[in-house]
């Protein structure tokens, strides 16, 4: 048989280049800092676990579509934390994780080789690794310049914490539908703006309450420090949410039961929510101003988890530089060719490692 493994098609994974700088940072007498990985290090809240054992009895297969509970808490959830209306239960779906949605989305819209996926100049690996699983075409562009099958937007960024406003938003999205492309925002960093107020491509300003050909890609890993849940949800044009669950039914996508009860009581709670955004502020307020006294420049990171530095030398130069003081962090590279000068500063270290981070710049 001659099979050409699926792999093939993928790059490299970016961490498992990071084994040089993670044994010297590792090597640090006062242990490393890991600021790599945008990974929450922070305590579930008791309502959500709760919630999780409770549901815990459930023997049965869980729905696919989600449960009405959970449909409705979303659809709830958009509207009092973000000002995006016209929502119903039809319009919104589970996932395990946002990572998987965007990893699988271009094959499950039956995406393929003759068709284009537009991903930003900078961005998250798993753009373009889930238009290569699809076979499609792939182009950086920040805005549509071409024929597009489906265009990737991401506000607040990941890695740059740029944001884009209802303006721009809206500009992209009339550019993308005069060219027939759907449109997928990701939007797990919406609730974390700093400098500014991320606004979703469902709220009026944006869309005008239309939501043809629109997806908005949500994660419970960062506001809730869900990510051991893998709790995410998409939600949007009710015929593309329709098309997608019926594809995850037949392939068994389903967000087990437990989980979608701790989901509800995620989103139905904002107290929680406040402190895990107080937390990130206090991270940033310390970090932040230690990489500028460092000599770092510190690019767009108005909103989101990241602070996308630099001290204008190749990326990989300066990871090892902070290697050399217990600072993981990730090379711009990762997000593409933009990105060679840069690093990724990720916010998601407890209170005590960002100090320690911070009294070592100093």
């Known amino acids: 048989m001659n099979r ?10 970016p961490w498992d280049t990071l084994a040089e700088a993670t044994a010297l940072a590792r090597a640090h007498p006062d242990g490393i800092v890991d600021l790599s990985v945008g990974t929450p290090v922070d305590p579930v809240a008791p309502v959500i676990r709760d919630a999780l054992a409770a549901a815990s009895a459930a023997s049965g297969y869980p729905a696919t579509a989600g449960t009405p509970a959970l449909r409705q808490a979303a659809v709830t959830a958009l509207d009092r934390r973000y000002g995006i209306t016209g929502l119903t239960e039809a319009a919104v779906l589970p996932v395990i994780g946002s990572k998987e949605l965007i990893a699988w ?23 373009e690794v889930g238009a290569r699983l699809a076979g499609t075409q792939v182009v950086r562009a920040d805005a549509p310049s071409q024929s597009a099958a489906l265009v990737y937007l991401n506000s607040p960024s990941n890695p740059t914490g740029r944001v884009l ?14 060219r027939g492309a759907l449109v997928v925002s990701d939007e797990c960093y919406l609730g974390l703006g700093w400098d500014t107020e991320p606004v979703s491509v469902l709220h009026p300003s944006v869309c005008g309450g239309d939501h043809r050909g629109l997806l908005a ?29 019926a594809v995850r039914k037949h392939a068994g996508m389903m967000v087990p039961t437990p989980v979608q009860a701790a989901m509800v009581a995620a989103l139905d709670d904002d107290a929680h929510e406040r402190e895990q955004r107080d937390r990130y502020a206090r ?13 770092f420049v510190i ?22 530089w902070l290697a050399q ?12 060719p933009g990105g060679t000068q840069h690093v990724r500063v990720a916010l998601t270290a407890t209170d005590e490692r960002i100090a320690a981070a911070a009294h070592r710049l100093g």
């Open 325 to 336: 003081r217990g600072i993981l962090v990730a090379p711009g590279e990762f997000y593409g």
């Open 217 to 245: 890609v949500h994660s419970l890993s960062k506001s809730s420090s869900l990510a051991g849940y893998r709790a995410g949800f998409v939600a949007g044009d009710p015929h593309l949410v329709a098309e997608l669950l």
């Open 105 to 127: 989305l271009p094959t499950l819209l039956g995406l393929g080789a003759d068709d284009v996926v537009v991903v930003p100049e900078l961005a998250y690996p798993t753009y």
């Open 283 to 295: 991270r940033r307020e310390a970090l932040l101003p230690a990489l500028r006294a460092a000599g």
């Open 299 to 320: 690019e767009h990171s108005e909103a989101g988890l990241y602070l996308w530095a630099t001290r204008g030398e190749p990326c990989r130069d300066t990871a090892a």
């Open 4 to 13: 050409r493994p699926v792999s093939a098609a993928l790059p490299e994974f």
């Open 165 to 178: 406003d209802a303006d721009r938003l809206r500009a992209a999205v009339d550019a993308a539908r005069a």
